[in-house]
């Protein structure tokens, strides 16, 4: 039982592993050229940002057993078999993509425009826009939407299992659930519940420790994680009277 | 073989800015726009925001554009360095057409991008990366332009400490006052060693007593650098205390603009009432209340006490808003003078031959002269 739990966590953390880093490295690109494309932006083009956007939505409204076996021919020219732990990263990659890609463009939106304009207004193009506001200012919304991304994605891999790529969930329903193994089962699920919560804790601290980067006071890192404040990235005021007053 | 291109008159001088302050009206114009229109079109409405300004800013002054919410002040600052894209008409500043910059689409051009790296701009809200401490603050506009990090750090420095932030150049915004933060953006803006400064209702989010300090050392920073700087905003007391020109805008246009001498000088010029406000009634009937408006020569010599010895007369103050601007004294007083208006035509002459201007309540008809509303 050992082994078959330890060979099980070692595949979701594999599958989930590349998947999130592929995921991430096609949201993030897709996530910010819908804010980008969009009305106001600074590559408008309304065209682009319809279809981009379609597409986003056709993607995030397919179940993954779907999509699964919907990508079965793409996910064969790519790693050349459709079973096993490869195979199950392509389908998992590509539905996360297009959630990740939400999440970012959420995140980015929140980004002050005045900083945008900022930078414009230094000579700066829409790269260093992207790379030096965008992205940085956004930066502790990203590492949230990366972690609900993982754990979604942890999910998700349960039902690669139908594709023989094993891991945890799969493990949970083959063994525990259809052997009418309840405690194994039960087991898994503990493990599961282990690991999300300290990919979550992981994430949360990631975040929190960047944003209070931004956000002044060098407060005790454990105080904080005692008394967590839900705020958004990059909508601190200090306590001085500049907020409000607009012209 | 070059040619010369004569609407190019005034060439951007390579050489050093001119310390001294020279102000004539001929001075070289630095921001030059004409005919700017900007009309906003959403959802088949149009909206215009600007309706042919023609805005002259001359070298090494404080231009104030001043004008209520609403009035094309943030249309305008943004169009000088093409944030927002001008519907027609073009603007010059330093000798460099930008709209022939501008380029196709709504992407900014390499030219144009350069051209902004040399125009400084200072925000309402400060526009800092939270991210970045104040020094990486004030590298950023270097950064983009490509200068090595070491020469990055010693301007970001030098900067922070022209602005009196030499402390805090490891602290992030979130650590500083509203007047710190401000003092960023204004280190930020001259980064790229601008020869003008554009502000935009920089300000506006302060308290009084920081409004001054931030004011003060945008006119410090005028003065020890050359430095043309144009603002906008909304509190007249901006005006009165740095500008040394100003125009109003009203419904996207510039209703009255010149030197605040020319303002005064001009009969019924509502920037100049209400820069130098007077008030105050007649203490009794069988008075003449006059408003004295002192701009140019006169206003260096003790006129009021010349003609109270003169014509022995009792000259009670009403209301008087005086400053002094260049080394000179302007504004306007209010004065009653014991009599009617017939008996008080010789005094009245006087002043008149001092080169003051004269309003006398109640007579405007008879005695505005010329370009009454």
């Not at chain 1, 078999?81 to 539905?95: K, N, S, Y």
């Not at chain 2, 020890?224 to 007391?237: A, S």
């Amino acid at each position: 039982m050992r082994p078959l739990l330890e060979q099980a966590c070692w595949d979701t953390f594999y599958m989930v592993g590349w998947s999130t880093l592929i995921a991430v490295a096609g949201g993030l690109p897709l996530g910010i050229l819908l804010v980008l494309t969009d009305r106001g932006g600074l590559l408008r083009n309304v065209v682009a940002n319809k279809v981009i956007g379609q597409v986003v939505n056709v993607a995030r409204s397919m179940p993954f057993i779907i999509l699964m076996v919907a990508l079965m021919g793409f996910t064969r020219t790519i790693t050349g078999t459709t079973i096993g732990r490869e195979a199950a990263i392509v389908p998992l990659a590509i539905g996360a993509i297009p959630f990740f890609a939400r999440l970012v463009e959420t995140a980015v939106r929140e980004v002050d425009h005045g900083l945008v304009e900022a930078v414009q207004a230094m000579g700066g193009n829409t790269w260093t826009v992207v790379r030096r506001v965008l992205v940085p200012e956004s930066l502790p919304s990203l590492i949230s939407s990366a972690t609900t991304t993982v754990v979604a994605l942890i999910g998700y891999s349960a039902m690669a299992g139908t594709v023989g790529a094993g891991g945890l969930g799969d493990i949970a329903i083959r063994y525990g659930y259809q052997r009418f193994e309840t405690g194994l089962m039960w087991i898994t699920v503990a493990v599961l519940a282990v690991v999300i919560s300290v990919i979550q804790f992981a994430g949360d601290h990631a975040a929190r420790t960047l944003h209070r980067r931004g956000g002044g006071s060098g407060a005790v890192l454990g105080l904080r994680l005692l008394k967590p404040r839900p705020k958004p990235a990059g909508t601190d005021e200090p306590a001085t009277a500049d907020v409000g007053k607009a012209a | 073989m070059y040619v010369t291109d004569p609407s190019r008159a005034h060439p951007p001088s390579a050489s050093g800015h001119t310390h001294a302050r020279a102000l004539d009206s001929d001075g070289t114009p630095v921001i030059t726009t004409s005919g700017l229109t900007k009309v906003y079109r959403s959802r088949g409405r149009e909206v215009t925001a600007l309706d042919g300004v023609d805005l002259h800013v001359r070298e090494g002054e404080v231009y104030g554009v001043i004008g209520q919410s609403g009035a094309g002040k943030s249309s305008l600052i943004r169009c000088v360095n093409l944030l927002e894209r001008p519907t027609t008409g073009t603007v010059t500043v330093a000798g460099q057409d930008l709209t022939a910059l501008a380029g196709r689409g709504s992407r900014a051009s390499r030219e144009l991008r350069r051209a902004r790296s040399r125009i400084g701009m200072v925000f309402q809200h400060f526009n800092l990366l939270s991210t970045r401490t104040v020094q990486d603050n004030v590298e950023l506009p270097l950064e983009i332009l490509g200068t090595p990090g070491r020469e990055r750090s010693r301007k970001a420095l030098e900067l922070l400490d022209l602005v009196g932030l030499s402390g805090q150049a490891k602290a992030y915004p979130a650590q500083l006052s509203g007047g710190q933060k401000q003092r960023v953006g204004i280190a930020r803006a001259l980064a790229g060693d601008p020869k003008v400064l554009l502000s935009d209702e920089a300000t506006s989010a302060l308290d009084p007593e920081t409004t001054r300090s931030v004011l003060q050392l945008l006119r410090d920073l005028n003065r020890q650098l050359g430095l043309t700087v144009l603002l906008i905003t909304h509190e007249m007391d901006v005006v009165k205390s740095i500008c040394d020109s100003a125009a109003l805008m009203e419904n996207g246009r510039i209703v009255e603009s010149g030197t605040v001498s020319e303002l005064l000088a001009t009969p019924g010029s509502e920037l100049a009432a209400a820069l130098f406000p007077v008030s105050g009634d007649a203490s009794g009937d069988d008075r003449t209340v006059i408003d004295v408006t002192f701009h140019g020569d006169a206003a260096a010599r003790p006129v009021i006490s010349q003609l109270s010895r003169t014509y022995n007369i009792d000259i009670s103050i009403l209301g008087a808003a005086m400053d002094t601007v260049a080394g000179r004294q302007v504004g306007r007083m209010r004065i009653e003078l014991p009599g009617g208006y017939e008996e008080n035509v010789v005094p009245i002459g006087f002043l008149r031959e001092q080169g003051l201007r004269l309003d006398v309540l109640g007579q405007e008809p008879l005695l505005l002269t010329g370009g009454a509303k």
